[in-house]
């Protein structure tokens, strides 16, 4: 069974960076497309980027386009999410997420499996 599991949350003034990473174990994620998702306070998760499992194909939700770059490393069980120019509605929890049904499509839904979370609070 596949487990993954975020890090590299924290709190962040606007304007700043971070960059979280995904570990998996139990199996290899070469053959999945991994993904990240948030939820808000109130608010529905949302899919905020995803990248198919040769990074052929990686995919933004608007809210993010130019600020946030999605990667990979097969050799490590490993994906990043590069969050640059942070405002304060990117507060959230962010979830790591793998697709075997996406692997080619870059697409993350529906999900195998969810890490735990890993919150972003952005404020001065």
């Known amino acids: 069974q596949l487990y993954v599991a975020e890090s590299g949350g924290g709190l962040v003034q606007p304007g700043g960076s971070l960059r979280l990473s995904c570990a998996a174990s139990?199996?290899?994620?070469?053959?999945?497309?991994l993904g990240w998702f948030r939820q808000a306070p109130g608010k529905e998760r949302e899919g905020v980027s995803c990248?198919?499992?040769?990074?052929?194909?990686?995919n933004y939700a608007d809210s993010v386009k130019g600020r946030f770059t999605i990667s990979r490393d097969n050799a490590k069980n490993t994906v990043y999410l590069q969050m640059n120019s942070l405002k304060p509605e990117d507060t959230a929890v962010y979830y790591c997420?793998?697709?075997?049904?996406?692997?080619?499509?870059?697409?993350?839904?529906?999900?195998?499996?969810w890490g735990q979370g890993t919150l972003v609070t952005v404020s001065s």
């Open positions: 990248i198919s499992k040769s990074s052929a194909v990686t």
């Open positions: 139990g199996l290899t994620l070469d053959g999945y497309a």
């Open positions: 997420a793998a697709s075997r049904n996406g692997r080619y499509s870059g697409v993350c839904n529906p999900a195998d499996a």
